[in-house]
């Protein structure tokens, strides 16, 4: 069993940046990565990061934004949030991989004022 535990999240002007953590409980996943959820849209996935080779995939709309880093002796990753716009905001979730298995985190809020 994984835990996940995200940090970072709060209110940030239209423009600015924002680092979110999430950390895994006890080793790190093959897979850790975020989806966000704006309010009356569904889950969608922003960016995962492989633990082995540190590969990194986007989600739509953030790749020049958004970049992800790691840190496996913390099994710990990194989301770092460059010009943020309004549509960002979201209840950001970290997810985690392991062979048949998905964790999630609780989720913390991003909100990017106009």
């Known amino acids: 069993q994984v835990q996940l535990v995200e940090s970072g999240g709060g209110l940030v002007e239209n423009g600015g940046s924002l680092n979110l953590s999430c950390a895994a409980s006890?080793?790190?996943?093959?897979?850790m990565g975020w989806f966000r959820q704006a309010p009356g849209k569904e889950r969608e996935f922003v960016i995962n990061?492989?633990?082995?080779?540190?590969?990194?995939y986007y989600g739509d709309g953030v790749k020049g934004r958004f970049t992800i880093s790691r840190d496996n002796r913390k099994n710990t990753v990194f989301l770092h949030m460059n010009n943020l716009k309004p549509e960002d905001t979201a209840v950001y979730y970290c997810?985690?991989?392991?062979?048949?298995?998905?964790?999630w985190g609780q989720g913390t809020q991003v909100t990017v004022s106009s």
């Open positions: 997810k985690a991989d392991e062979v048949g298995v998905t964790y």
């Open positions: 006890g080793r790190t996943p093959w897979r």
């Open positions: 990061i492989r633990r082995d080779d540190g590969i990194i």
